[in-house]
């Protein structure tokens, strides 16, 4: 990670990333506008938000900086180079694409986009402008102790990855589709990221009214390893435990919980010949690895949010990304494997929980209709 406050580039150094900030609520401001605020390679050049309050209460944190309630003004007064989009997630195509066309590399929140149009939307502009970075968030790839778990997973005994497990409860949600292609697309992505393509889902769904269920997910990954995910939009959201991951690999797991309480079983010292016709061996166990935040020094950076969910790491990445002009972090295609996961899952529950194959040609068709 780099440092932070002082810039001590050479003077050789280019000139910061002149970015636009679009979308200015809630969560830009107290997450990715704070994280943004401490990259020096960044410099914030206007703002935009519908409403005027949030937008002007932005450009103050930004040196009151020139700002905007209609993205046509801005971009039509502001020299850019990115523009770092966090908006509700069915304008983030949109936006991203009027960006993209004024020339702009983009860092847009998840999701992406909501729909197969807006892909199609966004690949057909990402095939005209090759040059441009368009990234997507899905910022837990960066939280620590996933990124401990990628290392256990590449390096370590932990064998052949063949069961993983994520649970997303993440609070009420607004419409049928929200708590798939919103909220839980976080984990489709991550499920991907830490085991690679899942091939089929199969999914039921207990919904006790539009918009709140506890969904079951079996799944399999094109490695054949399998797993289960449940999801759910009735509540506890700030429950601990709201958030959960399990990977099982030969004779050793890992669980991490709400991204914060990492542990790792490791596989047995030695096993044993048990001398009994039930029992195949006697495990010597060894010590387990147990990790969990130090909140007794907590800096900008370590705040728990920033840093823990990996948001900080993501942006630093997408500035490395645009620096290097290579992208490293996930853009596109992984926006569309995690959308037809979700739409996967969407289907299985309007046929009865048949299982949808993800690696056929087909998209899948969902029955469910989007939020108007
Ligand atoms: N990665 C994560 O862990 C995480 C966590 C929370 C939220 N999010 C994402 O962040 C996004 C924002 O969430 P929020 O809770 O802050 O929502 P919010 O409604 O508070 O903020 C959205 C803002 O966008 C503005 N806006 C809407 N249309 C616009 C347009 N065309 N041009 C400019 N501004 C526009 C709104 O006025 C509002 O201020 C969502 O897409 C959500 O999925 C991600």
């Not at 853009?331 to 969407?346: F, W």
Request: with cysteine; aromatic share 8%.
């Amino acid at each position: 990670m780099s440092s932070h406050g002082t810039d001590l580039r050479p003077a050789s150094a280019p000139s910061p990333i002149r970015t636009v900030l679009v979308g200015c609520g809630e969560h830009a401001r107290v997450v990715n506008h704070a994280a943004l605020s401490l990259i020096p390679d960044i410099e914030v050049v206007a703002v935009c938000d519908l409403d005027p309050t949030r937008a002007r209460d932005a450009a103050r944190q930004f040196g009151n900086c020139p700002h905007f309630t209609d993205l046509g003004a801005l971009l039509s007064k502001t020299n850019a180079e990115a523009a770092v989009i966090i908006g509700p997630p069915h304008v983030h195509a949109d936006i991203a694409a009027t960006c993209l066309e004024a020339g702009l590399h983009v860092f847009v929140e998840k999701p992406l986009f909501t729909n197969l149009d807006d892909l199609a939307r966004l690949s057909e502009l990402a095939a005209a402008q090759p040059g441009l970075n368009i990234s997507v968030s899905f910022n837990k790839r960066y939280a620590p102790y996933i990124c401990r778990i990628k290392e256990i997973l590449a390096n370590e005994s932990f064998g052949k990855p063949s069961y993983l497990y994520a649970k997303f409860a993440g609070g009420y949600r607004n419409g049928p589709t929200d708590l798939l292609r919103v909220g839980a697309i976080h984990y489709f992505d991550l499920a991907r990221h830490l085991f690679g393509d899942i091939a089929r889902v199969s999914a039921l769904p207990y919904q006790k009214q539009a918009g709140q269920a506890h969904i079951a997910v079996n799944l399999q990954f094109a490695s054949g390893a399998v797993g289960n995910f449940f999801l759910s939009s009735l509540g506890l959201w700030s429950a601990k435990g709201a958030e959960y991951l399990e990977l099982r690999g030969d004779r050793n797991f890992i669980t991490l919980d709400n991204l914060r309480e990492f542990t790792w079983q490791k596989p047995p010292i030695a096993i044993r010949d048990s001398g009994s016709t039930h029992q195949a061996g006697i495990e010597v166990p060894a010590p387990a690895e147990y990790l969990e935040p130090n909140y007794s020094n907590i800096s900008m950076l370590e705040y728990q949010s920033n840093h823990q969910n990996g948001y900080f790491a993501r942006i630093e990445a997408f500035v490395a990304d645009l620096r290097s002009g290579r992208q490293t972090g996930p853009g596109l295609g992984d926006a569309e494997r995690a959308l037809k996961t979700a739409l996967a899952i969407e289907t299985s529950m309007a046929s009865d929980g048949a299982y949808v194959d993800l690696q056929t040609a087909a998209t899948p068709q969902p029955a469910l209709r989007e939020p108007a």
